[in-house]
């Protein structure tokens, strides 16, 4: 499974934008990048994917470079209910069930 | 809405003792996962199921077997449990077919092994 890294920790303030991001720089043509995040307490929950082109969900958004080495999820007005772990995962294209590789993400803490 | 419910949210075995995780899944879903989450280990995937009666080994099987008798549930079983398998347990279920299928997840069994 091709590699994913996030900083470990982010910090931002309620209300405002949060730029998350995710380095794949082994991403093959066919993976898709995946965003999950976990609230305390709970299981994970899937938040937005994608291949190339950006995507907008009631969610989140995904911006992915050109290159498709990186990508940024953006939750464009933070609550304290988006303080979690997110998680940039890559998935391949196959058929079949597929496994989710979870890294250790970025814990997102939101300031009031 | 998609419910994955888990048999318990907290559990306490005692060493050597065989243990059940229940999971079952409410979407008809053809795929489900047991995972594990450890400090600083992140989600590591035991087994998997992609039908009824079939399984798949995930990357840390050992000590632990799978069971699926019915489409909706999916059982972990620790046949002697140890303390090293004190963790958070995780159960995830999606519909097959590509990486476009969502997992989702239950709230987790803590399992503590004294």
């Not at chain 1, 496994?99 to 803490?109: A, H, I, M, Y």
């Not at chain 2, 199921?49 to 972990?76: A, N």
Request: aromatic fraction near 10%; include cysteine; glycine fraction near 8%.
């Amino acid at each position: 499974d091709a590699k994913t890294t996030q900083p470990n920790s982010m910090e931002s303030n309620e209300e405002e934008p949060v730029h998350l991001p995710c380095n794949h720089s082994t991403i093959s043509g066919t993976d898709y990048i995946h965003w999950y995040r976990q609230l305390p307490s709970q299981g994970p929950e899937y938040v937005i994917h994608g291949l190339t082109s950006n995507v907008n969900n009631r969610m989140a958004s995904l911006a992915i470079a050109e290159d498709r080495k990186s990508s940024t999820l953006i939750l464009h007005r933070a609550t304290l209910r988006d303080a979690a772990v997110y998680y940039c995962i890559l998935r391949g294209s196959i058929q079949g069930a597929q496994k989710l590789v979870f890294g250790q993400g970025t814990r997102l803490t939101i300031n009031p | 809405d998609v419910k994955v419910t888990q048999s318990s949210r907290y559990l306490v075995k005692r060493t050597g003792e065989k243990v059940f995780l229940e999971c079952v899944q409410d979407m008809d879903h053809e795929n489900m996962f047991w995972y594990r989450q450890d400090p600083g280990l992140g989600l590591r995937l035991i087994y998997f199921s992609y039908d009824v009666k079939m399984k798949e080994k995930g990357d840390i099987p050992e000590g632990y077997s799978v069971s699926r008798e019915k489409k909706e549930r999916f059982s972990l079983i620790l046949e002697s449990a140890s303390t090293n398998q004190t963790s958070m347990y995780l159960c995830a279920s999606s519909f097959s077919g590509g990486a476009l299928k969502e997992q989702f997840f239950g709230p987790g069994t803590r399992l503590t092994v004294l």
